[in-house]
Structures are given as C-alpha cells and as structure tokens.
C-alpha cells in the first residue's frame, strides 16, 4: 500500500526523511505512526453479489497505542436519499490523514445509514456514522457501491481495527521507535 512516491535521482538519507517524513505539513508521518500504532480502522461495506466498499477512519478519542478495540457496527433501517440536504464531510482530516470520527472510548458500537445517489437508488453513494442517536460524520465513496438485484437491507458491514502494518524496514522502524542513527 504505497502513500508516497519519489521521482528524481533518489537516495536513501535522513536529509529526505526529514523533508518528507518529519515535515509536518505532510501527513506521511502521522498516517505510518498511525499504521505502527493500530489506530485506524476500516468500514467495509458488502453486498451479496460481492460488491464491496471500504474506507479507513480514525476515530477520536483514539484508544493507547497497540490497545486492542472492538467496534461492531448495526445497519439502520433509515435510508437517505442524496437529494435530501446531506453534507458530505472532508475525505481527510485537517491534518491529511484519513477523517477522523468521534466514536467515545466506551461506545462498543455504531450505527450505519446507507446514503443512495438522488438519481439512481441502486447505488449507494456514502454512509452515516451514528453513535447513540446522533450523527457524527457523514462520508461519500470514492465510487458508489453498486447493488444490482440487491436489496439495500442485504448489504453487510464490518469494522476492523488495522492491526500489525509494520514500517517496511528495519531504518523506518528504528526511526518510528525514535532509535537515532549513531553514523
């Protein structure tokens, strides 16, 4: 799962890490502390003619680093419809990094709105995250999750927490680790 990219004559130095990594007006370092830390998580979205959609969140208050959550997720009745004054929030949070939503610590689960597009009903276009009774974030697919012959009641949905994405090598990890180079 590549986040970043390097063109150019490319040379493995800590002058380019910390012009890419530790430059915080790039969101690379706190998505890979991120990653190293278990804080994401995924919805993933299902139908039964194997359609899936999924997005990484994060969400706040965040559990300590490597603390195992468990979040299980309810398909609400509600559908809405596009059309019906929805606002879709950021794709990213202020910092770059994936949208960060406010799921309390002691909330074990969620609840998901199915949002269809206005024009076709067969697709479903975003979810609603809801904690208690409250909408807390509202989030579009990047593509609509197709239905075909299927109902919107058939579409399953799981919460995973990310677990165990190391940094890719043994340099990065010392560096997530705050181990410095003694070269």
């Known amino acids: 799962l590549p986040i970043a990219t390097v063109g150019g004559p490319v040379c493995e130095c800590y002058e380019n890490e910390k012009d890419t990594i530790f430059n915080e007006s790039y969101p690379i370092g706190n998505i890979m502390q991120g990653w190293a ?5 995924t919805l993933i979205a299902m139908t039964p003619s194997n359609e899936c959609r999924s997005m990484l969140f994060l969400p706040i208050p965040t559990q300590g680093i490597c603390v195992n959550r468990s979040i299980s997720v309810e398909l609400r009745p509600e559908v809405i419809v596009e059309s019906d004054g929805v606002t879709f929030m ?3 949070s202020p910092s770059g990094g994936p949208p960060e939503i406010p799921i309390p ?3 074990v689960k969620v609840g998901i709105n ?3 597009g206005k024009d076709d009903h067969s697709n479903v276009v975003g979810v609603q995250f809801v904690v208690g009774s409250e909408a807390v974030h509202t989030q579009r697919f990047r ?4 239905l075909h012959k299927d109902k919107v009641s ?3 949905l799981e919460i995973q927490q990310v ?13 997530l680790a705050g181990i410095s180079n003694n070269s």
């Open 114 to 116: 199915l949002i269809v």
């Open 163 to 175: 677990i165990g994405i190391p940094a890719n090598d043994g340099k990065q990890q010392n560096i």
């Open 105 to 107: 610590l002691v909330a």
């Open 90 to 92: 950021n794709d990213s």
């Open 143 to 146: 593509s609509p999750l197709r």
């Open 37 to 41: 830390d278990d804080s994401f998580f």
């Open 154 to 156: 058939d579409v399953t």
